[in-house]
Structures are given as C-alpha cells and as structure tokens.
C-alpha cells in the first residue's frame, strides 16, 4: 500500500507540471545517480520517447544518383544558358531593328496615311526577314548535329559490333584451358591407373601403355594450340575494334600522325601474318620440347608437357582478357562520346524547335500590320516592334542550336582522339592495382569503425563514455578549470523562484529553462 500511494503521489506531481507549466528538462527525464532503485525505476517509466522524422530520403546526398543525374542535366543546359546570356544579333541586325521600330513609330507622325500603309508593313516584313533567317540557320545547324550524331552512333556501333566478334572467338580459350588443364590431370594419374591394372589383371598391354600416357599429352597440346590462335585472332579483332573511327572521325591535324602509305601498310600485314605462325609453332613446339629435354620416365614427361601445355592456354586466355579488356574500355568511350553526340544533338534540336514558330509569329505580325493598318495606322506601328522582339527571339535559338552542333561535333573529334591517348589509367593492370587500393582502404575503413564502436559499447556499458579525444576537448577541459565551479549554474534567479513554487517529482533532475 505504501509503494502504491508513493506511485501515485508521484504520477500527481508530474500530471500538475505538465498541466500547470511545462518545465524543460534534460532532453528527457534522466535518473539521477542518488536514486533508490524503486525511484530509477519511476524515474525511466517517466520518461517520454520522442519520435523524430527522417529526413535523410528527402536530402539529396552529393553522392546519390539523382544528385548525379541533376548535376548531368545541368552540366548539359550550361551551354544554352551561357549563349542566352549573350546578345547573339549582329550589329547590324540591332541596326535594323531598331531602325524600322523608330520608322513605324513615327511614320503617322512625319508621311500621310497613304505612305504609313506601305511602310509599316513593309518595315515589318524586313523584321520577318530576320528572323526567317535565324530559322534557317538553326534549322541547318541542328539538322547537322543531327547527322553528326548519326554517324558517330554508327561508328560506335560498328567498333561493339567487332568487339562482340572478338569476344565470340575468345570464348573458345576457357574451353581449351579446362581440357589441358583436365588432361594435365589425368596425365598425373594414368600412370597410377596403368599400375593398378597391371596389378589386379596381370595382362601385358606393351605399346597401348605408351599410347595411353601420350594421349592426355597430345590433347593438352592440341587444347593450346587452339587456344593460340584463338588468343591472336581474339588480339587481332579487338585491336581492330579500338580503332575504329580513329580515321574517320580525326580532324587534318590528327591524321597526319596516323598516316600510313600502301607500303607501310603491307609492311604491317605481313609483319602481323608472320608473327601470328610464329605463335602458332611456339604453342606447339615449346611443350613436347620441354617434355623431350627433361629427363625422366615416359610418364614423367608426359606430365611435364601436359602441365606445361595447360599453362600455356592460361597465358594465352590472360593476354586475350588483357586485349579484350583495354578494347571495352575504348569501345565504351566511343559509346559513351556517341551518347553524348546525340545529346548534344539532341538539345540542339530542342532549342530550336521555337524557330518556326517565332517565324510564324513574325508572319502572323506582318499579316496583321498589313490589315490593321488600313483601318487604324496608329495601332499598325506596334507589329514591327513585336516582330523585333520575335527576332530577338529567334536568335538565341539559332546561337543555342549552333553551339549544340559544335559541341556534337567536338564530341565526335574526341571519339578519334581517345585511342591515341596513351593515359596509364586505362592499362588493365593499373587498373586492377588502383581498385584493390581501394578496396583494401575501404575494408579497413569499416573495420576501424566495427572496432571504434565496440569499444563505445562496451563503454557505455562499463559506466563511462567513449569519444576519440581531439584538441578541441583539450581545450574546453582547460578552460572549465580556469572558470569558477558555479560558472555552469546559470545567474537567473527568476527561473529558479518560479521553479521553486512547482510541484517536483522525487529523484528526477530538471534543467533550468534558459
């Protein structure tokens, strides 16, 4: 009965402070360290749990993807909003204009009324004339782009459609690796498997032991040499796909470091059919070679030279993947700069999809000057000031599709460009290094963290409270020391009068209201 009157004089008190005044405590009502266990447990039964709400979905974190896609789209307006910041009529386009707005102002005022019905619409035809002329050359410069684009596309397409080739041809050397590899196996055994039947049959077999152990050899060998020829055509395709459009795409300058008479080229050709059956004997010679120099037991050397065959395919499936890797890479970035040609294209088209319809608005103010005119010439002068700023208009569209063509056409010169860069970024093998770098960063990364907050719980839970000491604590220790002890009680003898008269829970520590 006592513990119960207790529970409810204390859910009393608290009921009248919430009621009567609400009072601010340490973001919430915190156990003391003086407690008995009765009143901690009030005292966390009190407490009141807040629910926040996660904004972290709303935010658009710098490293998210739709940051990235904003950040693209924006990167892809620059153009077109740095060219309409710009005046894009020539100087004597703005002569003109506001030549034949001044006219049609004051014609009423200086000619009759006869003179003022031919000059104001044909003030406001030459206005109209400017304007269809900006539509021109938009129209022309975004249906350049457009073709520019097109066969940048078709360049890429014709480089993945080779390396798709190379890749075919290359998935014939893992096949070749597992057979010599399986015959090197079996080469490891057959002389086992040989002794085993001699044992439990007692037959003599004589030469077909010899055939037996040289079978899994001459497969081994035979699953090389495949793998060979199926290295250097794989090499030779994906080669070719790299280089695709190099001469195609390339400006003037470009090509003359590319430039290879007939000649030279021959001189390559054969230069390359030489070197690929000089492959072709060392796949087949280097192994029973090795097998023949070594000395040993028949099945010895039959093992030597499937094993050796058997490293062999593997050499010749690292330097096709090697090959094969650096020609995605290449083919990617002229698929990449393809895309990026069609949307530069692309927003040229768009830019310029307002070209006709300023031209038929600047007809449509040609038309009513014309009519208007004849019944009113005071309102007539008001269309070639509108057909101007129709003009105007009409500029910035063409400037806009003009610099859109540009860049697609820069774009495609860099598609020439980007096998001739020799960046050691793109090698495989930096490539493989820099990605294990960082893999091992990041893994030690979060084992520092796992570790960092383990040692924070097993803090909390010793009693303290784990937090890296930085320079900043260091200071702020000193200067709690160098202060007066009461310097943290807070001088407002207010809030403590108007706390005083409150009811309080017993055990639970307020904070004074600031």
Known sequence: MQRLAILIALCAS????????????????????????????????????????????????????????????????????RIGREPQLARAEIGVLISCSLLSTVSPLIWSAKVTELLVPALAALVAAIGVSSEYIGRVAVAQGKEVAAATLQTAAEAEQILSRSERVKAVIPMCVGVSTGCGAFSLLAPEILEEFLMKTGWSIGIFSDVFLLFWPFISVAGATVAGLAAQECSYLARRASGVGDRRMATRKSIQRTWLSSPEQISIATMSMRKKWSGFVRSILIAPALGVLLPGSLGFKAVVVSVVAAAQAAYYLTCAEYDIAQAIDKVAEKLRSAALADVYANQGARAGSILPFTSALAALCVAAAAAIVEIQPAFGILFPALGSVFAGAASVAKAQAEVDTAAASGVATALAESNRDDVEEKNPVSRTLRNSRLSFGASFQRIYNGITGLRRRLANFIGGEYRPVTQSDVQNLETTYRRSPDAHLGDSKKDSAEQAELPRVPGVVYETSK
């Not at 005292?43 to 979905?57: E, G, I, Q, V």
Request: proline letters at 7%; aromatic letters at 6%; a neutral charge.
């Open 14 to 81: 608290g009921a009248s402070a919430l009621v009567f005044r609400p009072m601010r405590m340490s973001s919430a009502i915190q156990p003391s360290s003086d407690q008995g266990p009765l009143e901690r447990t009030l005292a966390k039964a009190l407490r009141f749990p807040t629910k926040k709400k996660d904004y972290s979905d709303e935010i658009e974190q710098p490293g998210s993807v739709s940051f990235a896609i904003r950040r693209l789209e924006k990167d892809l307006d620059l153009l077109d909003d």
